[in-house]
Nanobody, 112 residues
Framework: QVQLVESGGGLVQPGGSLRLSCAASGSLFSFNGWYRQAPGKERELVAQITSSGNTYYASSVKGRFTISRDNAKNTVYLQMNSLKPEDTAVYYC????????WGQGTQVTVSS
């Protein structure tokens, strides 16, 4: 059973940057990504990356966030720049294997 462990969340001022990491206990999946869930809202896809490096971004983060993966380290990253208060949420790492795999989540708070 592969486990996904996120790190890198925290409190940042608007306009600031954070980098989230997601370490897998085994090999990364063909599809990996990041979701987020804000209070009172549904969980939403933020970014996705395939094993070949193809990426997808939600329109709300396009141009500000970058997803990447290091297969040698079994780690997926989410570089978040120009952060806005509306980016505040719990961010979850996700992987698609024989079923969906989820991390425990990491809190990102954007506030002055």
């Amino acid at each position: 059973q592969v486990q996904l462990v996120e790190s890198g969340g925290g409190l940042v001022q608007p306009g600031g940057s954070l980098r989230l990491s997601c370490a897998a206990s085994g090999s990364l999946f063909s599809f990996n990504g990041w979701y987020r869930q804000a209070p009172g809202k549904e969980r939403e896809l933020v970014a996705q990356i395939t094993s070949s490096g193809n990426t997808y971004y939600a329109s709300s983060v396009k141009g500000r966030f970058t997803i990447s993966r290091d297969n040698a380290k079994n780690t997926v990253y989410l570089q978040m720049n120009s952060l806005k208060p509306e980016d505040t949420a719990v961010y979850y790492c996700w992987g698609l294997g024989e079923h969906d795999y989820w991390g425990q989540g990491t809190q990102v708070t954007v506030s002055s």
